[in-house]
Structures are given as C-alpha cells and as structure tokens.
C-alpha cells in the first residue's frame, strides 16, 4: 500500500521518521542476511553442485539451500512449499549470493580492511546464542565446520558490510535536495499521492465470547436487532453507543472510529460491506468473529489527489532524497553486474 499520509501538513512527523527509520535500514540491510554458516567457506565444491559462478568463484547449490533455509520460515511460517514457489525463493537467494559476492569482490579490490578484534567481537555474538562453549563447538561440529572458518565467513560479512556503509556514506554526501526539486518530482510522481477512498463510521459492538455456543450468538444477534433497530428509527447512533457497545476503545467516542480506507479498517471480513453503504445509512448487526457488530457511515470521500500546496514539503524533500539515494545504490549494484562476469547453472 502506498504511504500517503505522510505528506498531509500537520501528521506527526514522528511516526513519519520512524517509517522512514525503517524503510531505509531495511534497503540498507535487504542485501546481507548474516548467517556465518552460509558465509563461511565453501569446501570441494563439486562440478555438479554449482549453481552460479561470478567471475570465476563458485557458489554451491547448497549455499543457496542454506540461505532459502534459513529466511523461508521467517517469510512464510514454514518450509514446505509448492515447487513453482520454491523455486521463485531459490531464484532469489541465489540472486542475492551472486550480489553478496560482487560486493566481497569489490570490498577486496577497494582493500577494504577488517581488524582481528571486529571478527572475535563478531565471533562472542554467535558463541551468545549458545549456553555455553560446548554447545557451540558442537553445533558447527555437526556443520561440518571449524571455528577459523566461522572466522573467514566473518571477515567475509564485515567486509560486505564495510563496501556498503562506505558506497552509502559516498551517496549520502552527494545527494543534495533544493527545493527547486520538489515540484518535477510531485509532478512526475502523481499516483504517490493520491488519497484513496475514505469513510468515517461509528460502531456499536455486542460482543459474544469465541467459546460461546449458538444460544448465546442468537442472544446477542437479538440484542443487536433491537439497537439497530432504535438508530433506524433516528436515535442518536452516538448515545445509543455509549450506553450499548461492549467496545472500551470507541464507546467513549460515540463509536467514532475515524477515517479509514481500504485496508485499515480493523476487522476486514466488514470492509466491503461498510464501504457498500451511503453516507448516513446504519447497518443491520453483522456477524464477526468479535461478536455482532452495527455501523453507521457518518462520511464518505472520494479518492482525491493532493494538490502540491498541501503536501508537507520536509517529507516530501526526505523522500525525494531517500528515492534519489536508492536510485543511486541500485546503479552502483548495477554496474557491479554488469562488469563481471557471471554465470548462472541453476535453472
């Protein structure tokens, strides 16, 4: 989903910064999932294990399996897929192995340099995830590796970590965003900020315990039908939501939820539904897995495209910069590629 709210003059531009914070440690770090048995060094790589090579240097099939191993649980609860699926994750790894070794490349050729003490400092962390000594020799003992060649996928990671944070420092100081920019940009980047549809509604929860059994259900429905049926009938939907619904965090209000568009809206299985109706209309109760819940829209708005005037222009010449500087490390990324030779096995 789009970011949108962030260039509306006047949203708290904490919450802004902090998704900024995020987005870019995320392109910075997207490259270099650190996992030292993957980074450790590769021994007798058979002809017929090789999934890629890139100017020369081999990078096994099982490096690829090692890596889709170690990110597929976080990506999608578990490792069993279907084949066409997996396959799309080995693809990936495998691009991002090919990537990560271009950027050791050329950490090497830069002489980049990595001190003994940043590896052992490296070292304590992963021997910190273990209970004691014991278990960690143990462990990479069963790996099939050593403790100097955890060290060798270290150095190799820091220096991968060193090329980066120096081509980034390079971009960071170039990049400069005068205020002449932002115009050519909100120009060129029009769909970026474009308010969806957006709706405010009241609610009114009858809550039903999800142990409940159908007697109860048919309780709370009935409930629920005597109250839309006193809005219907021109009640004040906000009274009526402070003395009925059973939700503490809008019944205070009225019921007021806000303005919500598409995909904010807390239980999704009533979107549809909710922005079906008119302003003013009030629902029937509609089933969740909360209980049943009745609604009334007080607003409806139109998708709308913010005029330039109203864009927050500081957040605006942050992105502009962040987008710049993306740019910018993608042609770096680029250009690495298409320098080297590299050749891919594995189909």
């Keep these: 989903m789009k970011r949108i709210y962030s260039w509306v003059i006047g949203r708290r531009k904490g919450l802004c910064l902090q998704i900024f914070f995020i987005a870019f440690s995320y392109a910075a770090s997207y490259h270099l999932p650190f ?5 450790a060094a590769q021994k007798d790589i058979k002809k017929d294990d090789i999934a890629a090579e890139v100017n020369g240097v081999p990078i096994s099939k099982k490096e690829v399996s090692d890596l889709v191993s170690s990110t597929l649980p976080r990506i999608t609860g578990h490792r069993t897929l279907p084949e066409e699926r997996m396959r799309f994750f080995r693809t990936q790894a495998l691009n991002q192995l090919v990537e990560q ?5 050329e ?11 940043e590896i052992e400092e490296e070292l304590k ?27 060798k996928g270290i150095e190799r990671y820091l220096l991968i ?49 999800p142990g409940a059994g159908e007697q109860e259900w048919k309780e709370a429905e009935k409930r629920a039908d005597e109250i839309s049926g006193k809005a219907i009938k021109g009640e004040d939907f906000a009274k009526l939501a402070r003395e009925f619904s059973d939700d503490k965090e809008t019944r205070e209000n009225g019921g007021d939820v806000g303005l919500m568009h598409k995909g904010q809206m807390p239980m999704p299985e009533i979107e549809g539904f909710a922005f079906s109706l008119k302003a003013g209309d009030i629902s029937q109760p509609v089933r969740t897995i909360y ?12 998708q709308k495209l913010l005029l330039f005037s109203e864009l927050n222009k500081d957040l605006l010449k942050g992105e502009l910069s962040d987008s710049t ?17 590299i050749k891919v096995y594995e189909k």
């Design 291 to 302: 209980g049943y819940l009745v609604i009334k829209v007080e607003e409806k708005r139109p």
């Design 35 to 39: 996992h030292p048995y993957i980074y």
């Design 101 to 105: 070794e271009l950027l050791y490349q």
């Design 125 to 151: 962390k992963i021997k910190n995830r273990y209970p004691d000594e014991k278990s960690f020799n143990e462990d990479i003992k069963r790996k099939g590796l050593t403790v100097d060649e955890i060290k």
């Design 161 to 209: 970590t060193k090329i980066m944070k120096t081509k980034e420092k390079e971009i960071d100081e170039k990049v400069v965003i005068k205020d002449e920019d932002l115009l050519p940009y909100y120009e060129k980047n029009k769909d970026k900020f474009i308010l969806p549809e957006q709706i405010r509604i009241r609610q009114i929860m009858i809550s039903v315990d």
């Design 107 to 117: 950490a090497k050729r830069e002489k980049v340099k990595v001190k003994k003490a």
């Design 325 to 341: 500087k993306r740019s910018q490390r993608e042609e770096w990324l680029k250009g690495l590629r298409e320098k080297a030779d």
